[in-house]
C-alpha cells in the first residue's frame, strides 16, 4: 500500500507519508489550516522573509492548541464536579 499524500502550503507541495492509523482527510485539513494562516500572516506582513512567516504560523497554532486543551480540561472538570455532586 503506498502511504503517501501530497498536500500544497502557500505554493509548495509536499509529499508526506502517513500511517494506516492516520486519516488522509485530517492531514489534508491540516494542510489547509496551516495554508490560510500561513497566507495571513504573509499577507498582514508583507516584509517578512518566509522562514519568519512560517514560525509566526507556527507559534499561532500552537497557542490556539492550548487554548483548546485548556478549554477541553476545563469541560471535564466541570463534567466531573457535575457528576460527584449528583452523587452527594
Given at each position: 500500500m503506498n502511504n503517501k499524500v501530497t498536500v500544497e502550503i502557500w505554493g509548495v507541495k509536499y509529499p508526506l507519508r502517513y500511517t494506516k492509523d492516520s486519516d488522509i482527510n485530517d492531514i489534508q485539513e491540516a494542510a489547509k489550516i496551516v495554508d490560510e494562516n500561513i497566507r495571513l500572516i504573509a499577507k498582514q506582513n508583507q516584509y517578512l522573509p518566509p522562514d519568519r512567516v512560517a514560525i509566526l504560523t507556527a507559534l499561532q497554532l500552537a497557542e490556539q492548541l492550548i487554548r483548546?486543551?485548556?478549554?477541553?480540561?476545563?469541560?471535564?472538570?466541570i463534567l466531573d464536579e457535575n457528576r460527584s455532586n449528583k452523587h452527594k
Open positions: 483548546l486543551k485548556k478549554d477541553y480540561n476545563e469541560f471535564w472538570d
